[in-house]
């Protein structure tokens, strides 16, 4: 497997005076992600529930639904020329009777950590429709419990502590309790680990769960979560103007900017139940 941390001898300089010492990073490796063998993308993460994020991948371009639809996932020996095992090619065997992804979503460039979306032709090729509705959620939340997210996101990144250089998703409850934690290099890879652990755990569709986010909400992101049945995105920063519009579309509800008390809610606002307004 790879490794999730890698050391590095750096010069630190502190008030015009310099030392060497050895520094913590995150690591960034390619993954090709095969379906039945044949080669569909490569995307830059961080090693680590690399079946998981294989898995929500597909999900979010809407190639499976449910567990039963993988019939297997394994590492592929033999990825290099002498025959070791890299462990950043995986393959995904779908099941009986699950068509395979159509030819458009083969990536013919690798899909880079900061941007899972580059080379997507148009909109229409992502706006995927997704196998739930998101927009008949029963979800309500408090404001005082989605504020108390973002700590309880930071608390559990065990990774981030050493490096400071991973964004995390975290999948909670309508009271707050934290379900499931994934951290990587990529905002988007982070999502499809979280995502395609409920898959492989028959969790899918996510009803009356909330998503939560370090840094933005992009497009991208609002599309996972509407394609995993996650009625609510917050992000600690701002989302995007299509973000917005594709949540309104989908009747997500999309909250940005979650830092302390105070938040900007862009679309879905009834989720959160009356909120006192002058």
């Known amino acids: 497997m790879g490794r999730v941390t890698v050391r590095r001898r750096v010069l630190r300089v502190r008030d015009g005076e310099g030392a060497y010492r050895p520094d913590t990073l995150a690591a960034e490796e390619p993954m090709e992600i095969r379906v039945g063998g044949r080669a569909l993308t490569v995307t830059m993460r961080t090693p680590g529930d690399d079946f998981d994020l294989a898995a929500g991948f597909l999900v979010s371009e809407g190639v499976v639904h449910a567990a039963g639809d993988v019939a297997g996932i394994r590492y592929c020996a033999g990825a290099t020329a002498d025959g070791g095992n890299t462990y950043n090619v995986v393959d995904v065997v779908l099941a009986r009777g699950v068509a395979a992804p159509d030819a458009s979503l083969e990536r013919n460039f690798y899909t880079t950590s900061s941007c899972g979306l580059c080379g997507k032709a148009s909109l229409?090729?992502?706006?995927?429709?997704?196998?739930?509705?998101?927009?008949?959620?029963?979800?309500?939340?408090?404001?005082?419990?989605?504020?108390?997210?973002p700590d309880r996101l930071r608390a559990a990144q065990r990774v981030f502590d050493s490096t400071g250089g991973l964004h995390a998703a975290g999948l909670f409850s309508a009271d707050g309790e934290l379900l499931c934690l994934r951290e990587d290099v990529g905002r988007h890879n982070a999502v499809d680990k979280v995502v395609g652990h409920a898959l492989r755990s028959g969790l899918l569709p996510l009803r009356e769960t909330v998503l939560m986010v370090s840094g933005r909400a992009s497009f991208?992101?609002?599309?996972?979560?509407?394609?995993?049945?996650?009625?609510?995105?917050?992000?600690?920063?701002?989302p995007s103007s299509l973000a917005v519009d594709l949540a309104e579309e989908s009747g997500l509800t999309l909250v940005g900017f979650l830092r302390g008390t105070s938040m900007n809610v862009y679309s879905g606002a009834e989720r959160l139940g009356p909120v006192p307004t002058p």
């Open 124 to 149: 229409d090729a992502v706006r995927t429709s997704a196998a739930w509705s998101v927009a008949d959620d029963p979800l309500r939340i408090g404001p005082e419990v989605l504020a108390a997210l």
């Open 220 to 238: 991208e992101l609002v599309q996972k979560a509407a394609m995993a049945g996650i009625p609510l995105l917050a992000a600690v920063s701002a």
